[in-house]
């Protein structure tokens, strides 16, 4: 068994259990799945208190109105109604004005909370920390249990342009925030280890050897965009006549009157 200490620069990610005649190409493909699926987990860890708090998501064309300018625009969320929580809900406002505040009562929000933390501790860092290797189905596994919990306190379902459900669905729209930075396509994926780029196309044995018992640290990074930069033409270093004219004394020649 390899062990990989997967990091994103010098952040602890997890640790990940892998063999020397692993392909490259399949490591990277399963790794960059776990990584990204933990900060789904994370967005919906950090999401889910809010529907707890305030109830579901208005839409979009209501969000952020105070509720004069709703009834003076003769707005309605369509979606109130049906997506009522089990139990009946408890009003909670929404200062932000994202959502409806209607929230679920104290134990189905003890219900929503506690299975946020077990799935938080599922794919913790805190793992890497006891030796716990982090697989693809222990993400699903809280990914369910997320779901699930969602599911009980809400059994007709969230809106369709919620959060919560846009990220069950795979439908979440990152575009413009923090968290999209975060995200590593799989194409886009790459593996270092020891200042070198683990190819795809070679195994895991080609840079370590075939020897099993073997711990590396790895860094997951974006592929390196290649810049269009021209600017360095301009540069001193890069004139080819530099040298020359250096030879010929022609360097630091300025006109007009001293």
């Given at each position: 068994m390899v062990l990989l200490h997967v990091k994103r620069g010098d952040e602890s990610q997890f640790l990940f259990s892998t063999t020397v005649d692993a392909p490259l190409e399949t490591l990277i493909q399963?790794?960059?799945?776990?990584?990204?699926g933990r900060l789904k987990v994370d967005r919906l860890c950090s999401e889910i208190p809010e529907?707890?708090?305030?109830?579901?998501?208005?839409?979009?064309?209501?969000?952020?109105?105070t509720e004069e300018q709703i009834v003076e625009l003769n707005l309605k969320d369509e979606w109130e109604d049906k997506c009522m929580p089990?139990?009946?809900?408890?009003?909670?406002?929404?200062?932000?004005?994202?959502?409806?505040?209607?929230?679920?009562?104290?134990?189905?929000?003890?219900?929503?909370?506690?299975?946020?933390?077990a799935a938080k501790a599922l794919i913790s860092k805190k793992q890497a920390e006891a030796n716990?290797?982090?697989?693809?189905?222990?993400?699903?596994?809280?990914?369910?249990?997320?779901?699930?919990?969602?599911?009980?306190?809400?059994?007709m379902g969230l809106p369709?342009?919620?959060?919560?459900r846009m990220e069950f669905e795979d439908r979440e729209d990152l575009s413009g925030t923090q968290a999209s930075l975060?995200?590593?396509?799989?194409d886009e994926c790459q593996l270092w280890w020891a200042a070198k780029e683990m190819q795809r196309g070679k195994k895991v044995q080609d840079?370590?050897?075939?020897?099993?018992?073997?711990?590396?640290?790895?860094?997951?990074?974006?592929?390196?965009?290649?810049?269009?930069?021209?600017?360095?033409?301009?540069?001193?270093?890069?004139?080819?006549?530099?040298l020359k004219k250096q030879f010929q004394g022609l360097t630091n020649i300025k006109w007009g009157p001293r």
């Amino acid at each position: 068994m390899v062990l990989l200490h997967v990091k994103r620069g010098d952040e602890s990610q997890f640790l990940f259990s892998t063999t020397v005649d692993a392909p490259l190409e399949t490591l990277i493909q399963q790794i960059t799945a776990i990584y990204n699926g933990r900060l789904k987990v994370d967005r919906l860890c950090s999401e889910i208190p809010e529907l707890a708090d305030h109830g579901i998501t208005l839409p979009p064309n209501m969000q952020g109105l105070t509720e004069e300018q709703i009834v003076e625009l003769n707005l309605k969320d369509e979606w109130e109604d049906k997506c009522m929580p089990s139990g009946g809900a408890v009003f909670k406002k929404d200062e932000i004005g994202g959502r409806n505040g209607h929230a679920p009562n104290d134990k189905m929000k003890e219900v929503l909370m506690k299975t946020v933390e077990a799935a938080k501790a599922l794919i913790s860092k805190k793992q890497a920390e006891a030796n716990v290797c982090v697989t693809m189905e222990m993400v699903t596994g809280a990914l369910d249990q997320l779901r699930g919990a969602v599911m009980i306190v809400y059994p007709m379902g969230l809106p369709p342009h919620d959060p919560i459900r846009m990220e069950f669905e795979d439908r979440e729209d990152l575009s413009g925030t923090q968290a999209s930075l975060r995200v590593i396509a799989e194409d886009e994926c790459q593996l270092w280890w020891a200042a070198k780029e683990m190819q795809r196309g070679k195994k895991v044995q080609d840079y370590v050897g075939k020897n099993e018992k073997t711990k590396l640290v790895v860094k997951i990074q974006k592929k390196l965009e290649a810049t269009d930069d021209d600017s360095y033409l301009d540069s001193e270093w890069s004139d080819r006549q530099a040298l020359k004219k250096q030879f010929q004394g022609l360097t630091n020649i300025k006109w007009g009157p001293r």
